[in-house]
């Protein structure tokens, strides 16, 4: 069943008490009433379509599989709606989880095992975090500007979107691992009631980032895709830029695409092309795609040129660089 703008809202989470935190993240408060789902987005000023598209796929996935349904998202709603997703998961369930997991382990330093749960719950949390910094640096940065009626060049949105899904997958892994290694290896002279309490928490936890990981896959890129092909269409199918207005000269810094930039500042550093992947987020080979298309581009292929290129041009401060 699809819920539908004249629900009431109250009974919408009587229905699934998962949408109280859709609700929240929406900026709808509690204490509306009888109001209807129309009547509460309209009174928090929150974009019903969107609200609808999102509760109605957390309730079944399917349900979202209808292009007319997609059609009506406002991308800028559903982005706003992630990101303050992602400020929960960093600012709050993270650190909350942890506190908790603090209190169920044996801090006097007698018990390793503890103190490794512990370390590997911060690795795990870690990874979620630079997962959704990326996010919030790459794919809605680059979502911004088709909003604001740019293509962007050197991209799009299946290239960004590519490693983030890889993340999804990665972060689904470290999360079933960790479970597993608290059920598995929790000393059994500690605190169980309160470790179960916490792991609880972490399940509870894994199943919202989840369902939130899978609308980025599938919700949130249906709607961009289609943003992205009508800014496309709108520029006759070519990439535009704010500031290419003029063609330009194929050794000037406005050639590069913002990660290739990127790849310059670090390898003018002295990082390796494995330290470079770990700080963008990305394989090696693409590392080493971006170094190959950078040296074609610039006609460069010595790193001491690439330096003296990068000072000039001002993409780092020769205080920043490994001489």
């Known amino acids: 069943m699809l819920f539908t703008e004249q629900y009431q809202m109250s009974d919408l989470i009587h229905d699934d008490y998962r949408l109280l935190q859709v609700i929240s993240r929406f900026g709808i408060s509690l204490g509306f009433g009888e109001q209807t789902v129309a009547e509460a987005c309209a009174s928090s000023g929150v974009d019903a379509p969107t609200f609808l598209a999102v509760v109605n796929f957390i309730q079944s996935e399917d349900a979202v599989s209808d292009s007319e349904l997609v059609s009506h998202v406002s991308v800028k709603a559903l982005m706003h709606y992630l990101q303050q997703s992602h400020n929960y998961f960093v600012d709050f369930r993270l650190p909350a989880i942890r506190r908790k997991l603090i209190e169920a382990i044996d801090c006097s330093a007698r018990d390793q095992v503890a103190f490794l749960i512990l370390k590997y719950y911060d690795e795990y949390a870690d990874e979620v975090r630079r997962h959704m910094e990326y996010e919030n640096k790459h794919i809605h940065t680059y979502v911004q500007q088709l909003l604001d009626g740019v293509l962007p060049q050197g991209t799009s949105y299946s290239t960004l979107a590519h490693q983030h899904q890889d993340n999804h997958a990665s972060i689904e892994k470290s999360s079933h691992e960790l479970k597993s290694v608290i059920v598995k290896y929790y000393p059994p002279n500690g605190d169980t009631p309160r470790m179960a309490d916490t792991l609880m928490d972490i399940y509870i936890m894994e199943e919202d980032l989840f369902s939130h990981c899978r609308l980025e896959d599938s919700l949130f890129a249906r709607a961009v895709r ?62 080493m795609t971006h170094r190959r298309n950078i040296s074609r581009k610039l006609q460069i292929h010595s790193p001491a040129a690439l330096t003296i290129y990068a000072i000039v041009n001002r993409l780092i401060n020769i205080d920043d660089v490994k001489l």
Request: hydrophobic share 25%; with cysteine; glycine share 4%.
């Open 226 to 287: 289609r943003l992205e092909t009508s800014v496309s269409s709108s520029h006759g199918g070519k990439k535009t830029s704010p500031t290419s207005e003029k063609p330009e000269d194929p050794k000037s810094v406005e050639c590069l695409s913002e990660r290739e930039r990127e790849v310059v500042q670090h390898v003018v550093r002295g990082m390796s092309n494995k330290e470079i992947a770990d700080r963008m987020f990305i394989s090696v080979n693409t590392v």
